[in-house]
């Protein structure tokens, strides 16, 4: 019999994604599946987990670990994306995505619009 | 000269989606088209464009509307959209694309889980 | 020197909200205050925190723990929060809130409306 | 009877909100009553209405008009709001509130932190 999730788990499990990303992919010159892996990588560091690995990503898309390794070192080429060190609490070093260089071009492809309406 | 858009501008610019939808579009059959398409309807819904045509949705896609119009009916064949007459304010009739029996489908995709975690 | 936060940073803590909360909450009988308990205890929650104390509730509020539980205590005892048992994957328990009882209220308060918009 | 919304109603009626403004709310000097006037004030121009009226905005707070009046004074004088000229695109001027200082005061209050993580 199928049960449906409680609300409590619906609302507990949405992700904010900038529209901005969403409408303006194709003029960065991503296609979907890049904006996929983009998008897990995004989904997986809101749960904490900094350094998706390519079987992570993967195992929720239909490109299989060794594709998403090579869609990752694309990403990182093209200038979208960029790996870092990052220090725990317990000066621990690991290393950590950053989709700052891919938000930086996001926020930065709008025309000049005259409105000032959201200023 | 780039412009970085301001915060105000990227706040009121956020799309929320099922995290449920990223992990088990595979498990339901759909690939990465079909699902963007489905978030663009999502995305447009939101902005209150109930029946966005296959022109708006593919204009952000690697796709062309001819594309997006085969993508739009298998989604409907394969029960994930549903197409409403719906009435305004004015009586007036229009349509809608209700994406309902994919949250149906999205929800109740979860194995029996023992946690109460989110009861 | 003030610096500002990363789009990194500012993107990955958005906070999910349903609408319907802050346009219904008077019409359940809650003030500011009894909102914004729930709105931390389900900003805890999905940073997989399930049973945040009243001192880490109230540590970014105008009132203080003994306060703050108190208004936990009438949340219970109006029927919008549950205390649940919860089982760890090492099948340790451990308590939990549960909004459930809250959001179904939420959730059935819409008047009849004829429009079949979002059905 | 009762009927509960539909997923693709409950889906479509979120609101992104910055943890930070949760919270860094006290430490900036507001009050819970403040916090949900720009709250609602966002909920507002979430929607596209970019000059809710006290009258509005209160029709879903415990305070009336008056007090809400009260309110959006002082958080223009404290310098959170801002009141902006904008220009439709038929060339007509109309009235928008801005939350850019305030977000710019939320987004700057964070302390120094070596860690590099969402860099």
């Keep these: 019999m199928k049960k449906l999730q409680t609300f409590q788990h619906i609302l507990l499990n949405q992700l904010s994604i900038p529209i901005q990303l969403l409408t303006s992919y194709t003029k960065l010159g991503l296609n979907e599946i890049e904006l996929l892996v983009i998008i ?60 700052q260089p891919l938000w930086e071009k996001v926020y930065s492809e709008v025309e000049e619009e005259p409105e000032q309406l959201e200023g």
């Design 40 to 99: 897990h990588i995004h989904r997986f560091q809101n749960e904490r987990n900094m350094f998706p690995t390519p079987t992570e990503l993967a195992s929720s898309m239909t490109i299989d670990e060794k594709e998403c390794s090579k869609v990752l070192r694309k990403l990182v080429q093209k200038g979208f994306l960029n790996i870092e060190q990052m220090e725990n609490d317990l000066q621990q070093l690991s290393e950590a995505y950053s989709l």
